[in-house]
């Protein structure tokens, strides 16, 4: 399988946004595998095959961009990174030029200047907006350019109305077409990274635009909602569904009892906005903040994260018990269900395999069940005055908490769900300095996580949550034997897929908690547990194409999915810029938030046990769980009418 | 649609997936073929098309609403576009349009209310020595009169009640063809099948020949590149998407010649080790099909192509024909490829080049219909002899499509190096003020030099000539132009995307006499941009007319009366 660090899949992508393949000798010292290369003046020795611009960075040079993304293949449309090449009468894009030959380039003559003012013009002559207005102000790279290159009016006009209707009609994401500037970013990102095809262009020359199937508002057209597009748009084309004026305004109403959960993510990223280092953790200021903003109780979806791993692994244990002592037909692989952008992409592209889904709702979703039933009762506070606002670091969350099947505590299970970048604008606004709080706890009755619902926040992380608490249960013996300091490395990193075999080779009692499904472990000794992860939905396409061949994949037991590259750290709600280095600092600081807990493992958080005990008395799986912690899904298909 | 319309619709769309082995390539055949049936591409239509070659929908869409044959809203039944290339304008296309208008009672881009006949503008369709010149559907219709458009919209009433389709009408073209006239066919293919390889292409070498499309690129080096890239599979690709404004010899050469070019294509695939051939043949052209295909046909059974072609072990080659959808663009090689892909037609990034990296990423040769043609002559009389023609750094004889205020406008044979005032008496055009030399990409030669030479070295051409009256208002001619660069730019990269837009404005307000000086040097400086930070020749010279006219006739544009 591949083992790829993560990247674009280009394999669809049109040739002309492929770098072509170069072939280049073996190994780093062999004659021809690198070329050197001189940039105003300074030689670099480069790998062949490095874009000009790729050499440039090395050196200090810096090339303005703009249809150019980290994450993304090669366009070269947008012409602002044109450098001068020896031998050429033209200017070439440095983004889309491979060195293979000893070349000198200049990146910064009078003509060069003037043709990447001249960009920026005719640009801004089709940009409508005022950046006072514009959600993406002061994190815009129009608006940067237009300062680095010194714009000082409109040279060729600026349009005075504007010219496209606004779509709002998604519940996650907001295009206005009027800010676009036609770098493709979120095309390719929608097809190569997401592998959706929900955005393309449409139509030619001054007539082409970014669009959706035959113009069709976002809501009624396949859109998983996960944002990956917004993270990308180098303007403020692109942008979520603002609610945050909806949950000043439950808030303000002193009638409502008004609960924030947060999920894991946000907090490694909500720094961002506050200009700290990616990475920097801000969880229990964070808290504070909460509480000054006038949230009635601050808990943390990490709770429910654990809850997710007793139900989703109960559910997959007893899939395996059916499968393998009793001889049903069960589905294996299980999926997990926890990142509605790749629910909705099962729901819409592979619907034949919704049985391989996990009936358990997302971590979001059990904590809006459980707050409006087990917190009212405990509070005597009548659910329907009850606010759950859900803080995520996510777009399709949005999407999740509307669907109508999520109200199974007889209310609207979470009322908001807003993004990391919605709470920056809120903190900001309600005068809060972030960085500089106090810190403070999250609330009872759910208490402090475990570091096993802290980690769902990256990719691999509800894996490596399921198998510390799987291996404990089955083993009796707890995980640090296998693992050291419990750290199940091979399941994390940022490859597109990854697979893990893990033998059981002993097996211990069953645990109270779960006696009552199976009568004891005999049947699992032997049997090597087989999982797998994937992020990226392209990933997840390639991993359900591999089961449906009967390919390795078809032989694993349990499979991690999420819809975003790096998983929910890089999710489609987080902080503008992305891109593999920003998001490797957003994963350091999960895992040592990980490392920090005192309890690690979703089994033995003490609320979680309490909740089964007060609550859901039938236990995992049981009938109350079943009722308020489980789901089903809508088989979506891919034709629009 | 009804059930039963989507349940025929379905089965159509299966049988063509079938038939092109499920090819994402085949993606703008299919969708002509389905359009043929029914008119237009519907959503569900699309939808069908992306379920069955495991693509998204939105990029079927995406690829559809490129091409501007390819309609995804219904149209009337008979598709009426009328030439907007310069030469039709000069010979009254407006007053045909209005006479129309008039006539349907509809405006251009609308649908007469019961549906039968659309009324459009299109891009040059290449009768510009016929003009003004019409296509109904997929015929071609020239040589209009208000009277004539009157009648053939009353014929295709007449023939829509008696279930035919409409026949076109396309006049013939002057033509002194001479050295295609006199090849005797296919001596050249014998005697390079007789002869190694590279023999094949040192000959061409030695002939000087560069691409006779425009670009002007030396095609014994284009062949030898192609040779000697590695890959089993490789291609020939004739570039028959003649949509440079005044240009119509390929059209005479495939309607006269058609076995030349075939013949180019299988020596250049004898040359290069390539299999498979394609003709790209523009939209404009589908009238002319049929009857190639018919050449190809003969050419097979007299086993022209095929399997061990005329008994040369080993030599396998066969040619296919694939129609444009209606892009100016698919012209720049790159784009033709991403179009023959099943792509938007979208210049790619460069390097690589097609002879390394072309269609399907195998090495590909692509060369215009006239190099090919031309490539028989110098194989069957040599390369030295064709070297003995035409100037110091341009051999050879060259085709010239000659169109607009002259007598005789036709496509003619010239040796390299004649001078445009030559030229002009040649064709009765004397007296001109200007002449368009290449096409709207071309360069604008004002009179003041018409002594210049037609060559790579002095003024390089494809071969169209556009010859501008004394009477011509030249910003009519920049609006005319400008217009056809902003509709047929594909939308990619900014500065031609944009750029052409502002040019366009810019060339407006001069002729309602609102520009100032000071915004003329504003977009004049724009152009400068254009040409060189633009990603294909598109962007490139599509500033060269402004800059022309900034040069020449400087005095002409400014200052006009308001809204003259």
């Known amino acids: 399988m591949s083992t790829k660090p993560f990247s674009a899949d280009t394999s669809r992508a049109p040739s002309s946004e492929k770098l072509h393949r170069i072939d280049v000798a073996a190994g780093d010292d062999a004659i021809g595998a690198t070329v050197t290369v001189t940039i105003d003046g300074i030689e670099v020795k480069v790998p062949m095959g490095t874009t000009i611009l790729q050499a440039a960075r090395k050196i200090g040079v810096k090339i303005p961009t703009l249809c150019n993304h980290d994450d993304l293949c090669i366009a070269g449309v947008c012409r602002i990174c044109v450098v001068e090449v020896n031998g050429w009468r033209n200017l070439q894009a440095s983004c889309a030029y491979p060195i293979t030959e000893p070349i000198s380039v200049k990146t910064n003559t009078q003509a060069i200047r003037k043709a990447r003012r001249h960009i920026i013009d005719l640009h801004l002559a089709n940009h409508y907006g005022e950046c006072y207005t514009c959600r993406r102000s002061n994190n815009c790279e129009l608006q940067a350019l237009a300062k680095e290159y010194g714009v000082g009016h409109f040279r060729f006009g600026h349009p005075q109305e504007k010219r496209f209707k606004t779509d709002i009609s998604s519940t996650s994401i907001v295009r206005d077409m009027d800010k676009c500037v036609l770098c493709r970013r979120c095309v390719r990102t929608c097809n190569d990274i997401q592998e959706v095809g929900c955005l393309a262009i449409e139509n030619r020359s001054a007539h082409s635009q970014v669009m959706t199937f035959a113009g069709k508002p976002l809501a009624n057209v396949i859109c998983i909602n996960c944002g990956q597009c917004i993270n990308r748009c180098p303007t403020g084309a692109l942008t979520e569904q603002d609610q945050t004026n909806d949950v000043w305004a439950m808030l303000d109403d002193k009638s409502k009892h008004v609960v924030m959960q947060t999920a894991p993510a946000p907090r490694a990223a909500l720094g961002e906005c506050f200009n700290l280092e990616p990475g920097t953790p801000v969880t229990f200021e964070m808290n504070t903040a909460f509480r000054r903003m006038g949230f009635d109780a601050v808990f943390d979806t990490n709770y429910t994260a654990d809850l997710t791993i007793i139900e989703e692994g109960t559910e997959l244990i007893l899939r395996l018990y059916k499968a393998l002592v009793q001889k049903e037909a069960v589905s294996l692989p299980q999926f997990t269900s926890c990142s509605p952008g790749w629910v909705k992409y099962i729901e819409h592209f592979y619907p034949d395999m919704l049985d391989h889904m996990s009936s358990a709702k997302s971590p979001q979703q059990m904590f809006g069940a459980l707050i409006k039933t087990y917190y009212a009762q405990k509070k005597g506070i009548d659910p329907k005055d009850i606010v759950v606002v859900a803080l995520m670091p996510c777009s399709a969350k949005k999407f999740e908490c509307n669907r109508p099947e999520m109200k199974d505590s007889g209310f609207k299970d979470v009322d908001f769900g807003i993004t990391t970048r919605e709470l920056g604008k809120m903190v900001h606004e309600a005068g809060i300095d972030l960085p500089n709080l106090p810190k403070s706890d999250f609330d009872d009755p759910f208490g402090t996580a475990t570091g096993s619902g802290v980690i769902f926040g990256a990719t691999g992380g509800v894996m490596e949550a399921a198998l510390r608490t799987v291996i404990e249960l089955v083993t009796g013996k707890k995980v640090e034997n296998f693992y050291d300091h419990a750290n199940i490395t091979p399941v994390r990193g940022f490859e597109g897929i990854r697979i893990v075999e893990i033998p059981i080779t002993e097996v211990g009692p069953v645990p109270d908690i779960i006696k009552h499904l199976v009568p004891n472990w005999d049947w699992l000794k032997g049997v090597t547990v087989k999982v797998a992860v994937a992020h990226g939905t392209a990933n997840a396409k390639k991993v359900l194409e591999d089961i449906k061949a009967g390919g390795p994949l078809s032989q694993c037991h349990f499979i991690e999915f999420m819809a975003c590259p790096g998983g929910c750290l890089g999710g489609g709600g987080q902080p503008i810029p992305t891109n593999p280095e920003i998001r490797a600092k957003r994963a350091k600081a999960i895992y040592s938030e990980d490392a920090a807990y005192s309890v690690r493992k979703s089994h033995e958080n003490p609320a979680v046990l309490q909740v089964y005990r007060e609550f859901l008395k039938d236990g995992p799986c049981g009938h109350e769980a079943h009722h308020l912690l489980h789901t089903h899904y809508t088989p979506r298909g891919k034709f629009i009418s | ?564």
């Open chain 2, 1 to 564: 649609m009804l059930l039963t319309e989507q349940d025929k619709m379905t089965k159509l769309i299966t049988e063509l997936v079938e038939k092109n082995n499920r090819q994402r390539s085949a993606l703008i055949p299919i969708l002509q073929a389905v359009q043929a049936h029914s008119g237009y591409v519907s959503q569900f239509a699309m939808q069908v098309i992306a379920d069955q070659l495991d693509i998204h929908a939105t990029e079927v869409y995406s690829v559809a609403t490129f091409y501007h044959f390819i309609n995804t809203r219904p149209k009337g039944k008979f598709i009426i576009r009328v030439s907007s290339d310069m030469s039709s304008m000069m010979k009254g296309a407006k007053t045909i349009v209005r006479q129309l208008e008039n006539d349907l009672g509809i405006k251009v881009g609308e649908t007469t209310p019961d549906g039968m006949f659309t009324l459009e503008w299109t891009s040059c369709i290449g009768m510009n020595d016929l003009a003004p010149a019409m296509m109904v559907n997929d015929e071609v219709f020239t040589n209009l009169t208000p009277q004539r458009a009157n009648q053939i919209v009353r014929d295709c009433k007449e023939e829509f009640r008696s279930h035919r389709q409409p026949i076109g009408r396309v006049g013939e073209t002057a033509t002194n063809t001479l050295t295609y006239a006199s090849y005797s066919a296919n001596t050249a293919l014998k005697k390079a099948l007789g002869m190694a390889r590279p023999d094949v292409i040192a000959e061409v070498t030695a002939s000087g020949i560069r691409g006779r499309g425009g670009a002007g690129f030396p095609t014994g080096m284009k062949w030898n590149f192609a040779a000697t890239a590695k890959g089993d599979l490789k291609y020939v690709v004739c570039n028959a998407d003649e949509g440079e404004p005044g240009t119509f010899k390929d059209r005479v050469i495939l309607a006269k010649f058609a076995d030349m070019v075939f013949e180019g294509m299988t020596i250049a695939a004898y040359a290069a080790g390539a299999s498979q051939g394609v003709l790209y043949l523009r939209y404009e052209y589908t009238y002319m099909r049929d009857a190639l295909e018919k050449v190809l046909e003969a050419r097979r059974a007299a086993n022209l192509l095929g399997q061990n072609i005329l008994g040369k072990d080993g030599f396998n080659f066969d040619i296919r024909i694939q129609m444009g959808g209606g892009a100016y663009v698919c012209g720049e090689e790159t784009a033709l490829i991403e179009s023959l892909e099943g792509q938007r037609g979208e210049p790619r990034n460069r390097p690589p080049y097609p002879v390394n990296t072309g269609l399907n990423d195998a090495p590909t040769i692509v060369n215009n219909v006239e190099t090919l043609a031309s490539v028989c002559c110098i194989i069957d009389k040599g390369g030295a002899w064709f070297a003995g023609m035409g100037s110091e750094k341009s051999k050879g004889f060259k085709l010239f499509s000659i169109s607009g205020d002259c007598a005789k406008p036709g496509v003619y044979e010239m040796p390299w190096g004649k001078t445009i005032a030559e030229m002009l008496d040649m064709v009765g055009g004397s007296g001109a003020k200007a002449v368009q030399v290449g096409g709207y990409s071309g360069q604008l030669i004002p009179s003041s030099e018409f002594g210049r030479k037609l060559a790579y070295e002095d003024v390089a051409t494809g071969g169209s000539v556009i010859i501008y009256g004394p009477e011509r208002d030249m910003l009519e001619v920049a609006e005319n132009y400008l217009e056809f660069f902003v509709e047929e730019s594909c939308g990619q990269c900014t500065p031609c995307r944009d750029g052409n837009v502002v040019l366009l404005d810019g060339v407006r307000r001069l002729k309602n006499g609102t520009c100032s000086t000071h915004y003329l040097n504003e977009i004049v400086s724009l152009c400068d941009t254009m040409q060189i930070a633009s990603k294909c020749g598109l962007g490139q010279a599509s500033p060269n007319v402004l800059v022309a006219l900034n040069k020449h006739f400087r005095d002409e544009i400014l200052g006009r009366e308001a809204n003259a």
